[in-house]
């Protein structure tokens, strides 16, 4: 696959440059939405105020609701899927910008950090009529302060790059609420039971039914983030959990938060 470097330029949506190495920009994109496999030459913090979407890249796949931010190195492969209408807030930073911080090394990698309150605000504030320069310049150090929180996310589903694994996760990603067992899915690749466990264990550093948890929770969030009217028992039903206090029981387990809490009801 040929991968676009996507200039800055190019990027649609309201910009705001510091003059230092540093790019903000405001962008709305409705469900539905892909931005394909891409690179761009700065770093990025992506940030979803409103909505959800899903980050790819060669690591893996991350869910990401407004209460997360995804960080992307420089010149590295992503997708973006908007599951719902998003309003996006993303920081660019030049790598000129990123040699001078003492963190740099940590931020070769990308990652998923919990979004506090305070990243928040601090975030939302960069976007609003205030340009003071001193201020501006505050508030992202204050951001990247913030993202020492960095977590391997719970909502995060590592791919597998082990052919037969690979093939294998994809199964189960197609359709993640199935019932996969692990002999019927070893036979369809072509290997044993037994390896396959091996290979989603030392690839993915999940269990097979850790690994297909996680991917059924994401759908579980999916639809959380796109049918606003479906209840949690009609959820857990379609989902094939036994009852809903099993289904929310798992989904606290993956989000740290109940259904109910993470969709926001009453």
């Known amino acids: 696959m040929n991968i676009a470097e996507k200039p800055l330029a190019a990027v649609r949506g309201r910009h705001r440059a510091t003059g230092d190495g540093v790019t903000m920009v405001a962008q709305h994109y409705r469900r539905g939405i892909r931005l394909e496999p891409h690179m761009h030459r700065e770093a990025q913090l992506v940030y979803a105020a409103r909505g959800t979407m899903q980050v790819t890249t060669p690591k893996g796949r991350w869910l990401v609701p407004p209460d997360r931010a995804v960080w992307v190195p420089a010149r590295l492969e992503h997708a973006i899927d908007v599951l719902a209408d998003i309003e996006m807030r993303s920081l660019y930073f030049d790598l000129g910008w990123l ?3 003492t963190r740099s090394e940590s931020l070769k990698a990308e990652f998923v950090v ?3 309150p305070l990243l928040h605000q601090a975030i939302l504030a960069l976007f609003d009529d205030r340009n003071e320069r001193d201020r501006t310049a505050l508030l992202i150090r204050l951001a990247l302060l913030e993202l020492h929180h960095a ?3 719970t909502t995060f589903i590592p791919l597998p790059s082990e052919p037969r694994c690979r093939r294998a996760a994809d199964i ?3 359709d993640p609420t199935a019932a996969h067992e692990i002999e019927r899915l070893a036979e369809k690749v072509g290997t044993s039971a037994r390896t396959l466990s091996r ?15 996680r991917a059924r929770i994401a759908a579980a969030i999916a639809r959380l983030s796109t049918a606003q009217d479906i209840s949690v028992k009609q959820l857990a039903a379609d989902l094939g959990y036994a009852s809903v ?18 969709a ?3």
């Not at 290979?199 to 948890?213: D, N, P, V």
């Not at 798992?250 to 993470?262: I, L, N, S, W």
């Open 114 to 116: 919990r979004v506090s």
């Open 172 to 174: 189960v990603l197609d």
């Open 245 to 262: 206090p099993a289904f929310s029981h798992a989904f606290r387990q993956v989000t740290g938060k109940t259904p109910t809490e993470f």
């Open 199 to 213: 290979l989603f264990s030392s690839e993915t550093q999940l269990s097979f039914k850790s690994w297909c948890q």
């Open 99 to 101: 040699k001078r911080e």
């Open 264 to 266: 926001g009801q009453p």
């Open 151 to 153: 977590e391997d996310s």
